[in-house]
Every structure is written in C-alpha cells, then in structure tokens.
C-alpha cells in the first residue's frame, strides 16, 4: 500500500512537470518594473541618512502583441551614505491593470485585468568620490514581491501552487548598478544609473517560453534640496521597452547636537 501511494506521488508530479508548460503563459505584470531609483543623501563630508516617500508610475513588459501593462508604485525607504559606504532598504505597494490579448492567451482570458501586490527591497555597496563633486556608487540591488488580483489568478495555475508550496507568485528581482553622480552644489546634484535586472520566478521551474528573465535599465535622476525627480527606461532581451517615471521626497535624519557639560565651581 505505501509503495502505491509513493508510486501515485510521482506520477502526479512527473504529469505536473509536462502539463504546467502549455498551462500558463503570462508572467507577473510587475517583474519588468522592478529597481526603481533609491535616492541616496548628497554625502557632505560627514555620514548622511534620510527617509524617502516616493511614488512612480510604471508602463511594464508585455507578453504577447497587442497587449497593454500600465501601473504605479507608492514606497517608502530608509537611506544611509558614508564616505566609502551606502546602504538603502524600505517597503512598496503597487497596483495596475494588463490588457492582455486573449486570442493568443485563451486560457489567461482577455481584457483589462487588475494586478497588485508588495514587497520588500534593499540596496548595498560602495562609494567611491573620485574627484570633489564626482561620486561613483558601485552596489547591488535586490527585491522581492508577491503578486495578486484578477490577472495574477488567470494567469496562475493551481496545480503549480500544491507542488511549489504556494511560492508561484513570489518573485525575486537581482540587479547589479552603477550610479555616476554629479555634485556640483550643496543643494542639488545630477546622475545616471546603470542596472541589469535579472528576474527570477519560482514558476520559471516549469515555464520555457518567458522571455524577461534580464533587462538593461538606464536611470537619469536628480536631486533639488530634498525632492528628487527620475526617469527610467529598460531594454529586454527581445527588443521590448519600459518605462518609469517618479518622484521622492527625502526627510533627512536629525543629527544629535553635543551639549556642553556644565562647569562645576566648587
């Protein structure tokens, strides 16, 4: 009896393996829009920390022809620069719909489907102030989120949650970045930023025909006093675009004032 019930689970799962392919065909909407711009504190010479509330809205990798992601993220992080080192982490909710195109996607269904969800995402590394208003950031940036909605449902399958223990619809998103910053005044600065996402699903196990597991991110960002404004663009590995656009506004943290020790005459 229990060698039938082990010969029955494999089986399941080997028929799982062949069937999940041709099951389902979309991705998350939110993967290509992954790595936004982390504003950082203009380092003056001593350590620098703020708070970012930030928003964007996002226009996403599509699948098929004829479809349509559109969407917008509202985050809030913490930044923290020093001479040689900076570190960035916060919290993100994001929402959207996706056209998609039922012809090619039967099982999915068509129309303007809604998605949301959230995360969590964090940026590491290094700075390097290679003249006095010059700063390279060297760093890697990761993010993990889940996703749901109508369009997440459709475009999920049931089967895959039993055997991934219900992780199908949390993604990861690894990027190593570049950051050139110009400083060239205390009150605001201009830079470019390089990122290459590589995106990873847990359904990516079963699928064979999704095509965003990298894209080429450029980022142009600047900063007046504490609002910063960016814009961004990437490049997928077949030849579609996306885009970004956001706004952050930074409360630096208060740093703690000496008080003098009061003179004791005896």
């Not at 998605?115 to 290094?126: A, D, I, Q, S, Y």
């Not at 993010?143 to 997440?152: N, Q, S, V």
Request: charged residues 20%; negative net charge; proline residues 5%.
């Amino acid at each position: 009896m229990k060698t039938q019930s082990i010969s029955l689970f494999f089986s399941l799962l080997a028929a799982a393996i062949i069937v999940l392919p041709s099951c389902r065909t979309h991705g998350p909407a939110f993967s290509a829009n992954a790595d936004p711009y982390m504003a950082k504190p203009v380092y003056r010479g001593e350590n620098e920390g703020a708070f970012y509330l930030s928003g964007r809205i996002n226009q996403g990798y599509e699948y098929y022809e004829g479809e349509h992601n559109a969407g917008a993220e509202l985050s809030g992080h913490v930044s923290y620069m020093s001479q040689y080192f900076y570190a960035a982490g916060g919290l993100f909710g994001y929402w959207g719909k996706y056209d998609v195109n039922g012809a090619v996607s039967p099982v999915t269904g068509g129309g303007k489907q809604p998605f949301n969800g959230g995360g969590v995402r964090g940026e590491l590394g290094g700075r390097l102030p290679l003249e006095s208003n010059f700063d390279v950031l060297l760093g890697i940036n990761g993010e993990m989120f889940g996703e749901g909605g109508k369009y997440a449902e459709n475009s999920s399958d049931a089967l895959a949650d039993v055997f991934t223990l219900g992780l199908t619809r949390i993604h990861l998103n690894i990027a190593p970045v570049i950051d050139l910053r110009l400083v060239p005044s205390s009150k605001w600065d201009i830079g470019l930023r390089y990122s290459l996402d590589s995106y990873i699903s847990f359904i990516d196990l079963y699928e064979s025909d999704q095509n965003d597991s990298y894209l080429h991110r450029l980022t142009l960002h600047a900063t007046v006093d504490r609002v910063t404004a960016y814009g961004q663009i990437g490049f997928t590995p077949d030849d579609q675009r996306v885009f970004s656009l956001g706004l952050a506004y930074g409360i630096p943290f208060k740093k703690k004032e000496k008080v003098a020790k009061p003179i004791i005459v005896e």
